[in-house]
């Protein structure tokens, strides 16, 4: 019974097949085929799917269909809530994804003891932890008077029916399942997390949080590399998809929106790992800023993270190399990125570290996936280059009005630095020139923010103009031709 509920399905072609092959009979691709559950009979007696036969329903123009404004439920992290577009939407699905450790498990449970601590009916699915391990981490979290998580209902169990049966009684208003790749299906031969199985399980809670409004919470591992094997087979159905980043040593983590139905999907927050939990970082540039280095192979990148703008460190450092390949090492930054820095600021900026060893890293484990971040890479690897800091001179040209608007914390703590940080940020152009990047005036308007008060945007035009910040300051200033606004 249990194997002739299933099938075997070529993604390719579409073959059907009752058992699994690694090449597919059909069009010879390999390892093509997923085990899909055999549609169920609909209650008129037809196998799903076939054409003919339904009842005709009456469209609705679009201005007549009735659309609720739906209360969302709060989180009690705003950083979470901000992300999710201002809250779970009742009876939508959340997959969150991130590798092991990350933190995706005690992230969850923070929510759902802010929910619970707000009065919501919430249940946690585990499939990986057992109940002791649970509480373990609960007891971490919370230290309150009568600490929610606590009082979080849990259910440890991996068996997909038993859990479908207890959210049909719980009904609960948010249901986490920790992870989506554990669970199984009785049904489907496969073993959890694969993709047949990691499809039915989804599909199948899918079926049932919709039939009664419960929000849920999917957690999935995610592979460094992002192939999410199982995961992402699910990204079109789920509602929502978040990715939790960073790296596990590290004490700050992203997570960023990478699909939304109900919000915009350039969300990102930043949080930190502590003793007693995730703690959500709001002054996240005020941070970095203020643990800046002034050395040389430091500068500081006004990056946007989502709609946000986050200043970031980025570091490098160029020694010489004792390999036949000179190592090209990155944290947080695309490696193949740093290649076309490297081949840029050799041809067109005359920094050629060819024979050397090259590492950058963007400082708190932060990933600044985007092409404006090029330009302090390739500063940060000139001035390490030459071993000439990069600071702004105090005869910097300002904007007038703006300069001492805001000065922010990292600058007043440290006093009144002889040389201001200076930020960054811009494409680098294969011919070297700078290209524009999105959201300009609110990377300045951060920067500004937080005192610093040059910023080499693209506007200077070139790398090469760029790279005239590494000048070692001379007795009679040289004017500076970078675009500091
Ligand atoms: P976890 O949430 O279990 O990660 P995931 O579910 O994504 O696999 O926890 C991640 C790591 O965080 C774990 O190694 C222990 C650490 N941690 C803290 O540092 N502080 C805490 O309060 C908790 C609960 C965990
Ligand atoms: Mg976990």
């Known amino acids: 019974m249990a194997r002739a509920s299933s099938i075997h399905v070529c993604s390719d072609c579409g073959h059907e097949t009752p058992r699994w092959h690694g090449q597919c009979p059909g069009c010879g691709a390999w390892n093509t085929l997923v085990e899909e559950a055999v549609a169920r009979p609909t209650p008129n007696g037809r196998r799903g799917g076939g054409g003919g036969g339904g009842q005709a329903v009456a469209p609705v123009a679009l201005g007549e269909v009735r659309a609720e404004a739906v209360a969302r439920l709060s989180t009690g992290i705003g950083e979470l809530d901000r992300v999710l577009g201002g809250g779970v939407v009742p009876g939508s699905l959340v997959l969150i994804g991130g590798s092991p450790g990350i933190g995706k498990s005690t992230l969850t449970t923070m929510a759902l003891a802010n929910l619970v601590a707000a009065g919501r009916r919430v249940l946690y699915v585990s499939a990986e932890e057992s109940a002791a391990q649970i509480k373990l981490r609960a007891e971490r979290l919370g230290p309150g008077p009568d600490r929610p998580a606590l009082r979080i ?264 630095p002889a040389d201001p940080l200076l930020a960054c940020f811009g494409e680098l152009g294969l011919t070297g020139e700078l290209r524009t990047v999105a959201h300009a005036e609110r990377r300045i308007a951060e920067a500004r923010k937080f005192g610093l008060r040059t910023i080499v945007t693209p506007e200077a035009g070139t790398l090469r103009a760029a790279l005239r910040t590494l000048r070692r300051p001379e007795p009679a200033q040289a004017p500076r031709k970078v675009a500091a606004r």
């Open 153 to 416: 209902p849990v259910i440890a169990e991996t068996d997909l029916g038993a859990v479908l049966a207890t959210l049909e009684r719980e009904r609960p208003e948010v249901c986490v399942v920790d992870s989506v790749q554990t669970l199984h299906s009785a049904g489907l031969s496969g073993a959890p997390g694969s993709v047949g199985q990691v499809r039915e399980v989804a599909g199948e809670i899918m079926r049932v949080a919709k039939t009664h409004g419960i929000a849920v919470l999917l957690v999935g591992h995610v592979t460094k590399e992002g192939a999410l094997a199982g995961p992402r087979v699910l990204e079109h159905l789920v509602d929502c998809v978040l990715q939790f980043e960073g790296e596990r040593e590290r004490t700050y983590r992203t997570l960023r929106t990478l699909k939304n139905r109900f919000g915009s999907t350039s969300e990102a927050g930043v949080f930190e790992m502590r003793q007693d939990g995730l703690v959500e970082v709001l002054d996240a540039s005020a941070r970095f800023v203020g643990e800046a280095t002034r050395a040389p192979g430091s500068v500081v990148l006004a990056a946007m993270e989502g709609s946000r703008p986050l200043l970031v460190e980025v570091q490098a450092l160029v020694s010489e190399s004792d390999l036949e390949i000179p190592r090209r090492v990155v944290s947080g930054i695309d490696r193949n990125r740093l290649a076309l820095v490297l081949a840029v600021l050799a041809r067109h900026g005359g920094v050629g570290v060819g024979t050397s060893d090259v590492f950058v890293n963007v400082v708190g484990g932060v990933r600044v996936d985007e092409p404006g971040a090029d330009l302090a890479v390739a500063l940060a690897v000139a001035s390490a280059s030459r071993g000439i800091a990069l600071t702004s001179a105090p005869t910097a040209p300002v904007r007038p009005g703006a300069a001492g608007a805001g000065r922010g914390e990292a600058a007043a703590g440290a006093g009144e």
